[in-house]
């Protein structure tokens, strides 16, 4: 009796127009079969039948299997978009994630991090522009002059806007290093800028803002109550007086014992959770702002849009008032005067909540000369703690925590 054949059976290949596929099989008959007919994108036959070897011998029949198995003809057609099939030799160059499907991986992490929607748009926003301005496919093929040719196409807009969208793509590219779709970290560098100078206001310029703040309502169309203007002269202060940003009010959690909000940590603004100490009114005022919201919400869908309208407020009073600036430099004047109070370069990164000094450091320049004309008021405050008259009053008296709030100074 002749013996069997000790060579392997070979996969089939058939033409289907004028391109070969070939059929992946699998199972038996006490497990159920299975089925898959998979292109070859060739229509020589040497070509196809090197490529059907490469399926048959390699885990690249695994990964179809498993994909068909997982996600039906969907699960096949991502496969086939991953293998870069060919250099001039016709072998198997890599099987690697494409930009695409990075992007959409990216965003379900985004999302699991509790992001604002609107900071997730702004960071895929940023990655789909870049994805258009590349002829490229899979993410090992991306090399550094594609981040140059992508700098090079926005000649229009700021170096501060250029370099944001920099930043957000070195964001993705670390989180990519991070869980090992690419073997080495990309370094993004920057467009050199000259460091602009802290932007805050002084005690007179605010008093300014907050006069003006009923006049932008003067000319409104919609009727609004005296105590509505009056909520958003007390969120102006409230701002102010504690360096939160826009959306941390409405986001953040009261504590039932003491007065402190509890600001959630992510991964891009606050690095890691950290509580602000209020006075009694200014927990009223949180109260009301999340009360205001939660009525507008009844009318209108978007949470962020109608949070927006503190900021807008903000802008329209600044106008009037012939003052440059955005609601965020609240944030710095809080900063600002914290420095010239303290001189504490750690106390302020704490209470500002950055994960480091680097950012904290705009601050430790500023020209002391011009911030006493600024603020007159913490000179009186600093004068009194030199000659012990009256010192700091906080959450918890010589600790870090009254630092995180100037409402102490109105009680």
């Given amino acids: 009796m002749a013996s069997k054949s ?88 890599d099987a690697s994630m494409t930009l695409i499907q990075a992007i959409e991986e990216y965003s379900q992490y985004l999302k699991s991090q509790r992001l604002n929607k609107n900071t997730i748009d702004i960071y895929l926003r940023t990655l789909n522009e870049f994805t258009c301005s590349l002829n490229v496919t899979f993410v090992n093929k991306i090399k550094p002059k594609h981040f140059t040719d992508f700098k090079n196409s926005m000649p229009e807009l700021s170096i501060h806007t250029v370099n944001r969208k920099l930043r957000s793509l070195q964001t993705f590219f670390n989180w ?14 920057k467009i050199s800028t ?70 959630t940590g992510s991964t891009t603004k606050n690095s890691y959770p950290r509580n602000v100490y209020l006075t009694e009114q200014q927990v009223m005022i949180v109260i009301q702002m ?27 009073a600044l106008k009037k008032s012939k003052l440059n600036g955005k609601l965020h430099d609240l944030r710095k004047t809080f900063a600002s005067r914290l420095w010239f109070l303290t001189g504490q370069e750690f106390a302020l990164c704490h209470a500002l909540g950055h994960t480091d ?25 600093k004068k009194d703690v030199n000659n ?18 100037f409402g102490f100074m109105y009680q």
């Fill in 357 to 381: 000094t680097s950012m904290t450091k705009q601050y430790t320049s500023l020209d002391k000369v011009e911030l006493a004309r600024a603020f007159p008021d913490i000179v009186i405050m």
């Fill in 6 to 93: 000790n060579k392997k059976r070979r996969m089939g290949i058939f033409l289907v127009g004028k391109k070969y596929f070939t059929r992946v099989r699998w199972g038996n008959d006490n497990t159920s079969r299975g089925d898959v007919k998979f292109p070859l994108e060739t229509n020589k036959k040497s070509i196809a039948e090197h490529r059907r070897d490469t399926i048959q011998d390699t885990s690249l029949r695994g990964k179809i299997i498993r994909a068909y198995e997982e996600n039906g003809p969907n699960g096949v057609k991502r496969i086939k978009a991953e293998i870069d099939w060919f250099k001039k030799d016709g072998t198997l160059v």
């Fill in 290 to 316: 999340n009360e205001w919201l939660n009525n507008r919400l009844k009318t209108r869908k978007n949470r962020y849009e109608s949070i927006k309208v503190f900021s807008r407020v903000f802008a329209r």
């Fill in 176 to 189: 990519m290093y991070d869980e090992e779709h690419i073997k080495k970290p990309i370094r993004i560098k």
């Fill in 388 to 405: 012990v008259k009256t010192p700091l009053r906080g959450h918890k008296q010589g600790d870090i925590e009254q630092y995180s709030n």
């Fill in 194 to 263: 000259v460091q602009q100078p802290v932007r805050f206001f002084s005690n007179g310029e605010f008093e300014l803002i907050l006069k003006n703040v009923s006049k932008v309502f003067s000319n409104s169309k919609s009727k609004v109550k005296d105590d509505e203007i009056e909520l958003f002269v007390d969120a102006l202060k409230l701002y102010r007086d504690t360096g939160m940003r826009l959306s941390e009010p409405f986001d953040g959690k009261l504590k039932k014992l003491g007065y402190s909000l509890q600001i």
